[in-house]
DNA sequence: CAACAAAACTAACGATTGTTAGTTTGATAC
DNA sequence: GTATCAAACTAACAATCGTTAGTTTTGTTG
């Protein structure tokens, strides 16, 4: 059907290198070696250093933004939306780990709107995730230690994916939810 | 005899610019700007940008490898040592979280020699981790879940904490250090 | 007060940055 | 074969980068 468009191709690149540099070490002229072509000529097909940026970050924090509400407006117990939560983050990390690069460590390059626009999913994605984890308490479905501690260390863990899951060879999507599900929620010892 | 030497107090303010925008992005003169003085001035001090970065990294570094040497030679069962893991990442984040911002995201702006050494700090680190899992699992203290996602789970959360901590108000190190531990070994269910 | 060192300053350097303007190339359509 | 257009090119720009050289200010000590 459609092939990837040149533009989208330059974005593939320039995530590699932002998730091996990040952003404000990458230079145009990085960005041109690594498409086989000169610095000026990526501009016949981008605005800008930073559309780029915008459209990694942006694209990936809605396709978030749109999996946790699918998740919140769903008739399940707390447990459950968490294992869909553990599952939107590894299908959205198989799908595109680089970009997730740029999401977790130079979203604070966005320019003004941009920027705002992000921080406010990022809010309403931690404000959800903390709002499902309280109601599991509640619900004596979930053991009640610090509540905090759990939002934080569960999202440090799906944030760090990216970095991870690169490294693990011919790992089953499914096998790795379960695994996952079972480490995060249900503990070590 | 030392108050903190002029020094010590541009590495410190270079942290802080480093955890907000990285080092890449931080230039001389936005740090010169942060002590008040001209970017030339800061040469009288330091010898290059680079060196700030090594000398907040590499001491990390040090301090973490120490650390763990220390639990390796302990003889205590493996769940204890994991306990002390968690309470020496809490003890260096509590200590020096900007910093950490720099080992985790700017590590890899280290030039040759100090980059290898890291590395291999690192490794050797991971290598220790996940060898007291290992065991731990032989022991039957551990569930046998997958190790490797034991060891990145709870590698990714530990080295989060500079991040999550700061946010947290007037939280006590022992209360932080025994729910720490409540929430990564016991788990959430 | 004189002497000295620490730490600031001004001015500038060569290199590199993102980006623009104008031009050439190469494939497809008529 | 010629027109067209996307996509490459060369050349250069103003701005900013880390850093150096040389000078002045500041504070302490005899």
Do not use: C
């Given at each position: 059907?459609k ?50 940026l ?39 990390t198989?799908r595109?780990?680089?970009?997730l ?21 990022r ?21 009640s230690?610090n ?42 010892v």
């Open positions: 059907m092939q990837e468009s040149r533009k989208q191709e330059i974005v593939n690149a320039a995530a590699i290198l932002f998730k091996e540099k990040g952003y404000s070490a990458v230079t145009m002229r990085d960005l041109a070696t690594a498409m086989g072509i000169k610095a000026a000529s990526l501009y016949n097909h981008i605005q800008s250093k930073q559309e780029i915008s459209t990694i970050i942006i694209e990936l924090a809605e396709e978030f933004t749109q999996g946790m509400n699918l998740i919140v407006n769903s008739h399940r117990s707390s447990i459950q939306k968490l294992e869909n939560i553990i599952g939107l983050h590894i299908d959205v198989l595109n780990a680089d970009g690069a740029s999401l977790n460590n130079d979203w604070m390059h966005l320019e003004e709107d941009n920027l705002l626009y992000f921080e406010k999913m809010q309403d994605y931690e404000d959800n995730f903390r709002q499902i984890v309280k109601k599991g308490v509640e619900m004596n479905e979930i053991k230690n509540v905090e501690i759990i939002v934080f260390s569960t999202l440090s863990t799906l944030r760090t994916l990216y970095l991870w899951y690169p490294k693990q060879k011919n790992i089953d999507a499914n096998i790795l939810k379960k695994d996952m599900i079972s480490v995060l929620l249900q503990g070590v």
